[in-house]
C-alpha cells in the first residue's frame, strides 16, 4: 500500500512529466507521419544509374556465356578422359 506522504510526492512529478511528454510525443508522431520532402534523385543522377544498371545486365550476360564455355570444356575434357567403350560386334 502507498504511504500517503508518497501521493503529493508522485503528482508533483507525473503531471510535469505529462505536461512537456504529451507534446514532444505528438511533434515526433508528425514528423515521423510527415512525407520526406526533396528526396527525388536528380535526372543526371538517374540517367547515370541506367547506364550502370544497363552495364551490369551486359556484364552478366558476359559472365553466362563464360561459365557455359567452361561448362562445355569441363564435359568435353571429362569425355575425352574416360576410358573408350569397347564397339559392339
Known amino acids: 500500500m502507498v504511504s500517503p506522504l508518497y501521493i503529493p510526492i508522485i503528482a508533483i512529478s507525473v503531471v510535469p512529466l505529462m505536461v512537456i511528454g504529451i507534446p514532444i510525443a505528438k511533434a515526433y508522431a508528425q514528423r515521423l507521419e510527415r512525407k520526406p520532402v526533396g528526396t527525388a ?7 547515370r544509374l541506367e547506364r550502370m544498371e544497363q552495364a551490369i ?4 550476360v558476359e559472365i553466362e556465356r563464360i561459365s557455359e564455355g567452361q561448362r562445355f570444356t569441363t564435359k568435353l575434357l571429362s569425355e575425352r578422359t574416360s576410358p573408350p567403350t569397347p564397339a559392339p560386334r
Do not use: E, L, R, T
Not at 534523385?41 to 540517367?47: E, I, L, R, W
Not at 545486365?57 to 552478366?60: H, Y
Open 41 to 47: 534523385v536528380p535526372p543526371d543522377v538517374q540517367a
Open 57 to 60: 545486365d551486359s556484364i552478366a
